[in-house]
């Protein structure tokens, strides 16, 4: 029996994934949306922001409104930063010509993408994905010399798990970047932060819809409300630099409770005994690792398995949906034979990891109360 073809196989439904795999099947293309966590979203997750230009990509992918009415979000009014004073400045979505962001329930998030994929025609499979090349005479009809450079193997799960053919497998799987370092690419990470966070529960009298953000000598704290008296609130520091005390949920939520100063606390409502933590602490990598090569013959890696970045930049799930554009344009392209398909993606990386190294530069550089700390002397690069 012929084993079943496949234009595409996304290995990965979060954000990158889901989105790619829409576009390419609005595209007319055989998408095949393999999610190696399962399709139960998770009770903690965190990446939450969504900032306004992101709409313009929902668009795109033909879900803006559906967005709008899905409940997965809250509006963010925008930015309140005690960064290199401890009285914070605040930056008013009013002004955004683009508008309001968006505070993320990112478990929801993830898995109304997936239904919307479901709905669009991608065919969904629970499994993690093992891409190995194959021979040509294995898929059906005449082919190009560019497809048959990129004939895929397919297994989804283990051993006797599912057997596909494909043309394209597109890496969606974070910063495992799985499926890419398999075909020989290499991670290079920029330093060593990681985050801490909970869900919080703060009670209705928490209101803030702006992202709270604060500095402190060994790292920086923000907190975003998702819902009412609901908090996703993050510790981000260096790996060796991170007290084990805060894994403990008393212990997080105090040092939460006393985050910042005055106007730059991290909790709105200062000296609220009701909060608590709802899920969590967890631990996850949060430093910039950028993937070489982050493309290559049938194959391309979006989100944070091409780049990864730094929370601060709040680009995170934004880079997620313009990638998967942009990888999904990439491999539409490569599916009609035109060579310059890679070489094009190559280059848009390129240019959004050089525009993001540049800002994250100037934007810690603008903490200089704690020069001496080692968090911040790192960045300064003035200590390893």
């Not at 290499?186 to 992202?211: H, S």
């Not at 554009?325 to 280059?347: I, M």
Request: neutral net charge; glycine residues 10%; hydrophobic residues 45%.
């Amino acid at each position: 029996m012929r084993t079943r073809e496949l234009d595409v196989v996304v290995a990965g439904a979060g954000p990158a994934g889901s989105a790619a795999a829409i576009a390419l099947t609005l595209a007319g293309r055989r998408v095949l949306l393999a999610d190696l966590c399962g399709a139960r979203p998770s009770a903690l997750k965190i990446g939450e922001t969504l900032p306004a230009v992101a709409a313009s990509a929902l668009a795109d992918l033909k879900l803006l409104e559906q967005f709008k009415g899905s409940g997965v979000a809250i509006c963010s009014t925008g930015t309140s930063a005690a960064w290199g004073d401890d009285e914070p400045l605040s930056s008013d979505a009013i002004i955004d010509p683009h508008g309001h962001g968006w505070h993320l329930d990112r478990a929801r998030f993830d898995a109304w993408l997936r239904e919307q994929a479901a709905a669009a025609g991608v065919e969904l499979c629970e499994g993690r994905v093992a891409a190995q090349r194959v021979d040509t005479c294995e898929l059906s009809g005449p082919r190009s010399q560019d497809d048959r450079a990129a004939a895929w193997h397919v297994r989804i799960g283990g051993r006797d798990g599912r057997r596909v053919v494909c043309r394209w497998v597109i890496d969606a799987t974070g910063r495992r970047a799985a499926v890419a370092r398999a075909q020989g690419a290499q991670r290079e990470r920029r330093d060593r932060l990681v985050a801490v966070y909970a869900l919080l529960r703060t009670g209705t009298c928490d209101v803030d819809a702006r992202t709270r953000v604060a500095a402190t000598p060994a790292g920086w704290w923000y907190s975003a409300r998702i819902g009412e008296g609901r908090r996703v609130v993050a510790f981000l520091t260096d790996a060796d630099l991170l007290d084990p005390a805060l894994r403990a949920p008393a212990d997080f939520a105090a040092a939460a409770a006393t985050a910042g100063a005055g106007g730059g606390r991290i909790l709105p409502v200062a000296g609220d005994t009701s909060v608590e933590v709802e899920s969590g602490p967890a631990t996850t990598a949060a430093h910039g690792a950028r993937l070489r090569p982050a493309c290559g013959d049938g194959w391309l890696a979006v989100g944070d398995a091409a780049l990864a970045f730094d929370p601060l930049s709040s680009q995170g799930i934004l880079n997620a949906l313009v990638t998967a554009l942009l990888g999904a344009a990439a491999v539409e392209t490569g599916l009609r034979g035109e060579p310059q398909a890679l070489a094009s993606y190559d280059r848009r990386l390129a240019a959004v990891w050089s525009a993001y190294e540049s800002n994250l530069s100037g934007a810690y550089a603008l903490e200089r109360r704690w020069q001496d700390a080692v968090f911040w002397a790192r960045r300064a690069g003035t200590r390893d």
